[in-house]
C-alpha cells in the first residue's frame, strides 16, 4: 500500500510563495505519474499539476507560469512550487498518483491534503 504524506502549506500573503512536498511510503514512486490536486471550500477537487516518470508536466491553465511541480526519485518525493500566490489559490492541497507512468486513468492513490491559505 502506498502512503502520501503532504507537508508544506500554511498561511501566506498574496504574491508570496509556498513549496509543497509529498513524500511517499514505497520505492515504486519512481515509476508512478504524480500529481496535485486541490479543493477550495465549496468548489470540486482539480488537478492543478501533474507530472509522468519521465518529468514531463502539464499545469492547469490557472496556475500556469506560477506553479512548478517536480520530482526527487532518490527521495521519492513530489514537490509543487508556489509563486505569485493569490487568494483564489486557497485550497485543500492533494498529493496523488496512478500506477501509471503516465498521468491516465483515475487516481490510485490520495494523501490527506494540506490546507494553503492566501491572505490579501
Known amino acids: 500500500q502506498v502512503q502520501l504524506v503532504e507537508s508544506g502549506g500554511g498561511l501566506v500573503q498574496a504574491g508570496g510563495s509556498l513549496r509543497l512536498s509529498c513524500a511517499a511510503s514505497r520505492t515504486i514512486f519512481s515509476s508512478n505519474a504524480m500529481g496535485w490536486y486541490r479543493q477550495a471550500p465549496g468548489k470540486q477537487r482539480e488537478l492543478v499539476a501533474s507530472?509522468?516518470?519521465?518529468?514531463?508536466?502539464n499545469y492547469a491553465d490557472s496556475v500556469k507560469g506560477r506553479f512548478t511541480i517536480s520530482r526527487d526519485n532518490n527521495k521519492s518525493t513530489v514537490y509543487l512550487q508556489m509563486n505569485s500566490l493569490k487568494s483564489e489559490d486557497t485550497a485543500v492541497y492533494y498529493c496523488?498518483?496512478?500506477?501509471?507512468?503516465?498521468?491516465?486513468?483515475?487516481?490510485?492513490?490520495w494523501g490527506k491534503g494540506t490546507l494553503v491559505t492566501v491572505s490579501s
Open positions: 496523488a498518483a496512478v500506477r501509471s507512468s503516465f498521468w491516465e486513468g483515475g487516481v490510485d492513490y
Open positions: 507530472i509522468t516518470s519521465g518529468g514531463e508536466t
